[in-house]
């Protein structure tokens, strides 16, 4: 079974987000699949064992998650940091 996120955390405060973080994970480790389009970058960091940063429709980088947001290119187009 997959369940899939557009934005879940979105409008949501730092106390909901973790509530959500805390129910999303349960269900990945009961075996439901999730498949999230989130902004919220700690949330990804904290949920996802492989990320797909996009950009123009394509994609930019994949891999761990922590991997993927250290990539300059991934902080300057996808997230709008310096490299």
């Known amino acids: 079974m997959v369940l899939l996120l557009d934005e879940p955390a979105s409008g949501l405060d730092d106390g909901e ?10 269900l990945a480790h009961a075996g ?6 989130e902004h919220d ?4 960091i904290e949920l996802a064992d492989v ?8 994609i930019l980088a994949s891999g761990p998650p922590r991997e993927v947001v ?10 709008g940091l310096a490299g």
């Open 70 to 79: 250290e990539r300059p290119d991934v902080r300057t187009v996808v997230l």
């Open 17 to 26: 987000v973790g509530q959500l973080s805390a129910r999303l994970s349960k």
């Open 41 to 44: 970058i700690d949330l990804v």
């Open 32 to 37: 439901l699949t999730l498949v999230l389009v």
């Open 51 to 58: 990320v797909y940063a996009m950009a123009g429709g394509r």
